[in-house]
Every structure is written in structure tokens, then in C-alpha cells.
Nanobody, 116 residues
Framework: QVQLVESGGGLVQPGGSLRLSCAASGSIFNIYVMGWYRQAPGKQRELVAAIFSGGSTNYADSAKGRFTISRDNANDTVFLQMNTLKPEDTAVYYC??????????WGQGTQVTVSS
């Protein structure tokens, strides 16, 4: 079992920045990839960014150049630095992980609202 706890969401003006954090606990030795997804009202949940156990990363086109995913291995935490935020980035952001045994876990979600 892996537990994920997100933090860092909130209200920000267009052009602003936020950093989301996701703290993992439990069977973290078995984690293969960690990622951030988001779901806006009336839309499907979509991948924003992912970081693999070897350190490689993957970004949605909408996130490239503005968002950065990183991790702190010492504290089993993954971050999503979001810059130049736009109103269309408004969504609930979910932390996700998949283990080497293909088990998938989700955090509870954190709301990000970009509005003036």
C-alpha cells in the first residue's frame, strides 16, 4: 500500500505561481512512477506531468515550459512547480503513483484556482 497526501493548492492570479507537494508513505520502495493529474469541471482527468524512478520526466503539451516536476528522495516527496498560470489551469490536481507490480494509488486532490 502507498499513501499519498497532497498540499499547496489555492487561489492565484493569472501569471502567478504555485508549488504542489505530494508526500508518499507506505511501500514506497516499489514505486515506478509518480505523476500529477488534473480534472477540471466537466472534463476528463488528464496527465499533467510524471517522473519515473530513474529520473526521467514526461509532460503534457499544456505544461511544457511552464510546469516542472521534481522529487525529494530523502523525504519521499514529489513537487509540481507551476509558473505562468492561466485560468484554464484551474482544476483539482491529483497525485498519482504506479508501482512495479502495476498497483495504482491516488491522493485526495488539491484545488487550484487561477482567477483575477
Amino acid at each position: 500500500q502507498v499513501q499519498l497526501v497532497e498540499s499547496g493548492g489555492g487561489l492565484v492570479q493569472p501569471g502567478g505561481s504555485l508549488r504542489l507537494s505530494c508526500a508518499a508513505s507506505g511501500s514506497i520502495f516499489n514505486i515506478y512512477v509518480m505523476g500529477w493529474y488534473r480534472q477540471a469541471p466537466g472534463k476528463q482527468r488528464e496527465l499533467v506531468a510524471a517522473i519515473f524512478s530513474g529520473g526521467s520526466t514526461n509532460y503534457a503539451d499544456s505544461a511544457k515550459g511552464r510546469f516542472t516536476i521534481s522529487r525529494d528522495n530523502a523525504n519521499d516527496t514529489v513537487f509540481l512547480q507551476m509558473n505562468t498560470l492561466k485560468p484554464e489551469d484551474t482544476a483539482v490536481y491529483y497525485c498519482n503513483t504506479r508501482t512495479r507490480s502495476q498497483q495504482v494509488y491516488w491522493g485526495q486532490g488539491t484545488q487550484v484556482t487561477v482567477s483575477s
